[in-house]
């Protein structure tokens, strides 16, 4: 490794006049040196170090690293629009810093979250210095991977996201008291109103923020989405990419649906590395379950690897290596494929008695579905005691927790499997169908695969959330859950539990059928959600089942 120069500060112009500041890291040695490029809101001396090594280690590997405050925030000039300007100032940003002395005029980009997404808007300018990114944890489609699931409003982590950039807002204007409030707010954000998650306190500090806007775009057709998802602007870009996302993150459908559209057409290499993570940090334990030395995090070094391929021509051996690494759950052990697991085949049909409310093991996950008369059955959603939010990936706490007390609420059906007789390995895509109605315009439904341990712990790994509305009559809901890959140990179970709510990470559905921004707590009805199973409903979870695998790493 090289010594390292002290970090200079320099700036840039964009193409309408506004100031660009960055920090920049030299490598103290003779020559040329490809460039690294972070850019971020969050002021740039933080330069992701919650999920990345220091830029000052990249810079030793031999790379001149550039970190920039993105229009509007820490010290750059301008106004902060949420990734309004991020395509034209990241065109300008890549070229700026090609030119930077000492460089070899070779630029890729890296970071996670919004420092993610801004390599994607870059590489959608077609920059020409631009060889490579490693986009991580991002939205391809920013209504559907980031803003809602499954139509439902992504309340805790919206809120807590608007409050946070409305602080560094209230910051740069020497606002004390609206720093104060919002920052407090940023860590306990108020979802007092379930149903309604319009925030008084934005209203009235941070009314340009985006998160109205959010709200008054519940239609994931409105224009607003088109012109701000990346999805509209990447169809032809192509570039080798590195993909990097987490089982429990809250943008793992954007990563995986990036990879696979990208990788589709790709004439380059294209990586798809997931651990078992949340959205941050990337280490070894998640929620309550420690997933061995193996989990923490090998991103650094690869994504050193990557570069040192790309942009120095250097052949490290990566690109004839399985382009897909997962993090098998269980055996704790890297896996890895020459593609994605295929669509979802095998089968396990719900098998109701009525009386999967009223106890965990009531309800059945079976081979087979039963041919005889469908089975009801009925739960009902109260929202002045919702559904509580536990693990995931949809809000804090994320990651595996152990829900059994929780399923022995009456407002949740559970559907459980037989001791299995061998290990299951479940990699890929979930789907839950369900047959269900409701006595309401409009509910939600949640569904939340878990382990059930033989002593009795029930941790979750996967979930999906869907809003539905014209109920009746009695008709199939498509669930799409957050991929996965685990081992499920032999005598252990499957199951699956099903919910009108999983508050506050999504907006409690007041029944009512309208729009969250519209909708008065006085106003939510008590649900009746009634789901069939057996007979002609062949309600049912589809998961992907590979063989046990031999080709493991230790990353």
Known sequence: MLPVLPKQTLSMQTRDRTRLDADIYYPDAEGEFPVLLMRQPYGRAIASTVVYAHPSWYAAHGYIVVIQDVRGRGSSAGDFTLFANEIEDGYDAVEWAAQLPRSTGQVGMYGFSYQGMTQLYAAAAKPPSLQTICPSMVAYDLYSDWAYEGGAFCYQNNLSWACQLAAETARRRGDAAAYQALYNAARTPN???????????????????????????????????????????????????????????THLR???????????????????????????????????????????SPIDRLQVRWFDQCLKGQDTGLFEEA???????????????????????HHFFLQGSGLAS?????????????????????????????????????????????????????????????????????????????????????????????QVSPDGSVLNFSQGYLRISSPAPPRSHTLCLQPTCIHIPAGHCLRLSISAASSPAYVVNPGTGSQPQESQLIEARVIAVSVYSGGTFASRVRLSLVAAGDRYTDG
């Open 254 to 296: 954007g990563t995986w649906n990036l990879f696979k559209a990208i990788a589709r057409r790709s004439q380059f290499p294209q990586h798809l590395w997931v651990g078992p993570w949340a959205h941050l940090p990337w280490g070894r334990k998640a929620g309550i379950v420690d997933f061995g030395a193996a989990a923490n």
């Open 358 to 450: 009223m106890s965990d093991r009531a309800g059945e996950l079976v081979a087979e579905r039963s041919p005889n008369s469908p089975a009801i059955d009925t739960f009902v959603h109260d929202p002045w005691r919702p559904v509580p939010h536990v693990g995931g990936h949809a809000a804090v706490p994320t990651g595996m927790s152990d829900r059994a007390a929780l399923d022995t609420r009456t407002d949740i059906l559970t559907y459980t499997s037989s001791p299995l007789p061998t290990g299951l390995f479940i990699a890929g895509e979930i789907t839950v169908e369900l047959y269900c109605t409701a006595d309401a315009p409009s509910f939600d439904l949640c569904a939340t695969l878990s």
């Open 191 to 249: 979802t007092s109103d379930p149903v309604c998650p319009r925030s008084e306190l934005l209203e009235r500090l941070a009314p340009d923020s985006f998160y109205h806007d959010w709200l008054a775009n519940p239609d994931p057709n409105a224009d607003y989405w088109h012109r701000l998802s990346p999805k509209t602007y990447l169809n032809d870009v192509d570039l080798p990419m590195l993909h990097i996302g987490g089982w429990f993150d």
């Open 323 to 345: 382009p897909i690494c997962l993090f098998e759950m269980g055996t704790n052990q890297w896996r890895r494929f020459d593609q994605l697991p295929p669509s979802p085949t």
